[in-house]
């Protein structure tokens, strides 16, 4: 013991002073906040070599909001596979190659995003959300492409999902907005393409296989026809994760398919609903995304504006002409909006108003005058 040095065990020397001293019991020494890096947000893309697009803004945000599109909605259905599109996002977030049902629900939970993840199909696309801590953007990624490239399509899953298209029906029944859009898309287009709906019925029961789900997928769901969207998220990070993701799955082959043209063709179609108003919408062709004839379409519609006899706060479109000269003048009409819905190759513009039972023939000669952009028309009742 006396060759060793001196050395008082019970005694710290510090090279630099102790950034603590003097702190009270109320400030916490874990969890100093640190400095923002305050950056402007920016919108960035890019592409995987596989052909898939990348897409991500970065606000700052502690929520990420992410978002797998694919091209396949219920326009490129056949009478074969009617209601396939329904089908296959009832089937989101199930059994993959790589995870059961019950790990990817809990999986899900733990990162709390069991109540914002969904999938729903559209009449142009699927789109599978989630939205959670951006700091699980590792985990949440792999597990949204592994459902969309490998699902497993367990019969006992496929049966279990069969019970969701009447609840999705009668839903749809007893929105009377949304069932208005239903007959409006079903009178303009009838029967081809976006006149297709994009909720299942009945007669499509017969249809819901795991064969045919799962064929509609290698038909439709190859990388060049995806988009993954994030929102505050690094957009280097989310490129990451999505190229790693296709790294655990083979990638669906690109499959040429007929791309039929939206054929406009007008209509009237009427149904009973439980509404006591009459919900109606007048509309014409429109045009489509990416064309020149956008911009004064979108300026017609705000010019229109729209407007409620219940509401009258400020932004209800008070001065709007559809507030002026219609629901202003006419105490039987409860509330009417302009409208435009474009797509790949069409759209559609028009007028969508509540109004009394009885008032419904008076409503539809008020909207007419305003609407003059188009020779062919169709309306909708509800």
Known sequence: MMELPDYNFYEFKESEPNPYQGTTLDRSILLDPPAPVLTAPKFEFSKLENGMKIASIDKQGLTARLGLYVHAGS?????GNLGVAHMAALMGYRSTAHLSHLRTVKTLEQLGAHLSSS???GREEI????????????LAVPLMIGNVLFPRMLPWEVKAAQSDVPTAKEALIKDPDNMVSELLHKAAYCNNTLGLSPVASERSM?????????????DHFAPERMVFVGVNV????LSKWVMRSFADYNAIPLKKREDKKALYTGGDMRMEGASPYCHLALGFESTAFGQAELAPVALVQALLGGGSAVYSGIGSGLTSRLSTQVLK??????????FNTSYSDSGLF???GVCQPEKAPDSDEADGVFL?????????RY
């Open 75 to 79: 326009r490129f259905e056949v009478p």
């Open 127 to 138: 789109a599978y959300q989630v939205e959670l801590q951006r700091e699980y953007l590792a």
């Open 329 to 338: 003048q006419s105490p039987y009409v409860e509330s009417c909006a302009a």
């Open 372 to 380: 003059t952009v188009g020779a062919r028309s169709h309306t909708s």
């Open 234 to 237: 690094a957009h280097s990070e």
């Open 119 to 121: 999938a729903t199909a």
């Open 206 to 218: 017969s249809y819901f296989t795991p064969e045919t789900i799962r064929g509609y997928l290698l």
């Open 350 to 352: 028009g007028v969508y």
